[in-house]
């Protein structure tokens, strides 16, 4: 018999061992790596050209560079790279764990099916705007950041409760204000990055507002509220150090989520969780700590003709 459905009549039996293989890995290491990549080529970046004017091998393949002096091209072209980096980390690293959020929340039997299941990105980004707009439950926030079940009322995880949620709530929004710079970058990185200015002028009084800094442009449609759907070009200013700073707090969730799913459906006793604090979620939320542009984002609408008049009307 076909099965459309591919969950139907799936044997339960097999659960064991799905979860043995699934939590033998380590997403957030993966993410973590990353980060302490692109830490190493914004903070070294002369260690890195020595590396690699000496040249280093990983099998057979040879890496290595003309030395010479740095030069102002050569600057430009890394923080353009750290901008485009930190903006698809993050993005990346926020998809997968809100992914990971959805497939504990209600304490499936099997998490990986979860995950592997959710393929249809519109249902997604419904769940991710659920999420961002709608209450979370403190029952679904417990049980997979906390190792434990509670209403919210318990004196001692409240607090924990109330951070993660707003916490959820940032990563949420942050996943959808910016879904369509991740889509430029990842689709065949159809982003322009380097530094972008801004400044605003009051005509009546003269004075000017604005600033600039690294900056990713890109080109998406905007659905305007008559149903017309037209091309802009957009411009989103980077802090690199904040988007790092975010995805830092990214990973340390996605530890505390993955040391509960592991204790709960393979069995190893852990004596403690991770837990971000108010202060870390603040961070998150931007508020102090960097020096980003006092703008995020500036749109324009690219040139259409307008049609022709038909004759005689």
Not at 226 to 243: G, M, S, V, Y
Request: charged share 25%.
């Amino acid at each position: 018999m076909a099965h459309a459905n591919p969950n139907e009549d799936l044997a339960p039996e097999q659960f064991p061992d799905l979860n043995r293989s699934f939590y033998g890995s380590d997403p957030a290491d993966y993410f973590r790596k990353r980060l302490d990549l692109l830490l190493l080529a914004a903070a070294k970046p002369r260690e890195l050209d020595a590396m690699l004017a000496d040249g280093f091998s990983y099998g057979d393949l040879t890496i290595k560079q003309q030395e010479g002096e740095p030069t102002d091209e050569g600057m430009t072209s890394l923080k353009a790279f750290i901008s485009a980096e930190a903006e698809v980390l993050v993005h990346h690293a926020s998809e997968a764990l809100l992914r990971l959020y959805l497939a504990h929340a209600e304490g499936s039997p099997c998490p990986w099916l979860e995950c592997a299941g959710l393929t249809s990105f519109k249902v997604f980004k419904k769940r991710v705007a659920q999420l961002r707009d709608e209450p979370i439950p403190a029952e679904d926030i417990s049980r997979v950041f906390l190792g434990r079940i509670s209403d919210g009322s318990d004196d001692e995880v409240q607090p924990h409760i109330r951070t993660m949620r707003r916490f959820l709530r940032l990563v949420a929004a942050r996943l959808l204000s910016d879904s369509n710079l991740y889509n430029s970058a990842k689709h065949g990185l159809a982003v322009l990055s380097g530094p972008a200015n801004l400044v605003v002028t009051d005509d009546q009084t003269g004075a000017s507002f604005g600033g600039g800094g690294p900056s990713l442009s890109y080109l998406e449609i905007e659905t305007k509220e008559n149903k017309d759907r037209l091309w802009r070009r957009t411009t989103r200013w980077i802090d690199a150090e904040q988007t790092m700073i975010q995805t830092h707090a990214i990973i340390t969730a996605m530890v505390s989520l993955w040391d509960v799913a592991k204790a709960r459906y393979t069995g190893p006793e852990i004596e403690g969780v991770h837990v971000l604090t108010s202060e870390a979620v603040d961070q998150f939320a931007g508020l102090g700590g960097t020096n980003a542009s006092p703008f995020t984002r500036s749109s324009f609408s690219l040139a259409y003709y307008q049609p022709l008049p038909v004759e005689g009307t």
